[in-house]
């Protein structure tokens, strides 16, 4: 099996007759053992272990809030790149990329380039998925004007852009809109 060697996610490492999964390694439907992450494969006795070559530098787990810059927007989905924990509030070093699935009435109510307040709903096998939909405090904290990039100014439940008067109605805005998250003293 070649222990010390690099395997990729889903790669077979044995059966379940021979090892024991550890960290990082899963067990089908059929039996078959199988890495999580893409990383260094190590064998303890019977049990086998993936040593991630990257791993998360502040694990994220379900229900964290995280602040998030959304990316890309495709048809079933948001791409985003996660930026800071929420509580405490702590930025990452290396931004990690997770998405919000579309889904949900709430979790369309995002543009590209917002900056976002949303929970983790899911973090395994290093696929970090979100969401804004529920919880009053998330949604978009910051946001520009589609027409003039110019950041939005929060008027009761409507964005508005100060330099076009263009009214932004398609967001689900955060209490926290219009502050600096980089300021936090927590």
Known sequence: MGEGRVVIPGEKLGVIEEFVPGENVYVNGRGCLRSEALG?????RNKVHVSPIRSLEIPLKF???V????????TARFIVKIVARWHPFKLLTNPVSGWIMKDEEENKLI???DLI???VES???N???LSIAGGKELGVIYAKCLKCSVPLKKLGNTLVCPSCESIHLDRKIS????TNPFSRGE
């Open 175 to 178: 209490p926290y809109y219009g």
């Open 67 to 74: 602040l998030a810059e959304v990316w890309v927007s495709e």
């Open 117 to 119: 307040l949303a929970k």
């Open 123 to 125: 973090a395994l096998y």
């Open 40 to 44: 260094v494969l190590r064998i303890t």
């Open 127 to 129: 696929q970090i998925i």
């Open 111 to 113: 543009r590209v380039g």
């Open 63 to 65: 229900g964290e809030l």
